[in-house]
């Protein structure tokens, strides 16, 4: 099992320029997480998905859009860079079940410029 | 703000030492409390993490204290080695598995 995996590993962006971020999981898993990940602030929920079709706003949405087209892909789109979205981006899934290991991929890190 | 508050932003600590990282949090709706490694450029990877029912939960050298009432909770490293120095995050999540984290303990052990 690859477990989950991010495309692209690195990405550099004008203001302005749009893309999406690709998370893939090969674990079956329900939920589908997007955190952004900034110095001296931890991990921050961006959007995440309890199932295929369906998506949510987490605790920092804006600027960002998401969709859950097939259970194991979680796309994250950026319509309109902003050099305050220069972060790290992680994806993570679970079983389901919030008591679960929450099982996170690599990391893109985006420099907006 | 920050639901779940962190400290210290870092240690050090030497070879053979404890390290000890708190933690505490508002939402009485959080139910687990996970602690995740993170090394330099990797994701966050489950360490050990415990259920509001427990006040202790220990794995190897590595011990969650939990004080519901307090509304804290804490890590303890023992034995700390080299290759423990890493970050250190708590978080918090809810019954939809969305993790709020602390911000974050780096841990440097010395030989």
């Known amino acids: 099992n690859a477990g989950v995996t991010q495309t692209p590993k690195f990405r550099v962006l004008k203001t302005g320029q749009s893309m999406t971020l690709l998370c893939a999981q090969d674990?079956?898993?329900?939920?589908m997480y997007w955190y952004r990940q900034d110095p001296g602030m931890g991990l921050r929920l961006i959007h995440y998905?309890?199932?295929?079709?369906?998506?949510a706003k987490g605790e920092v949405p804006d600027g960002y859009n998401v969709s859950r087209l097939k259970k194991q892909n979680f796309l994250l789109g950026l319509e309109s860079a902003a050099p305050s979205q220069t972060s790290v981006y992680f994806c993570?899934?679970?079983?389901?079940?919030?008591?679960?290991?929450?099982?996170f991929g690599p990391g893109t890190r985006l420099t907006v410029l | 703000q920050q639901q779940v508050k962190q400290s210290p932003q870092s240690l050090i600590v030497q070879k053979g030492g404890i390290s000890i990282i708190n933690c505490a949090y508002e939402?009485?709706?959080?139910?687990?409390f996970p602690w995740y490694q993170q090394f330099p450029g990797k994701g966050p990877a489950l360490l050990i993490a415990?259920?509001?029912?427990?006040s202790e939960k220990k794995e190897g050298r590595f011990t969650i204290s939990f004080n519901k009432s307090a509304k804290q909770f804490s890590l303890h490293i023992m034995d700390s080695q080299p290759g423990d120095s890493a970050t250190y995050f708590c978080?918090?999540?809810?019954?939809?598995?969305?993790?709020?984290f602390g911000a974050g303990t780096q841990v440097v052990v010395t030989p």
């Open positions: 993570a899934s679970i079983i389901g079940s919030s008591y679960n290991e929450q099982f």
């Open positions: 674990m079956n898993h329900e939920y």
């Open positions: 998905s309890v199932g295929e079709g369906t998506t």
């Open positions: 939402n009485t709706a959080f139910d687990y």
């Open positions: 415990i259920r509001p029912d427990v």
């Open positions: 978080a918090a999540t809810d019954s939809w598995g969305k993790l709020q």
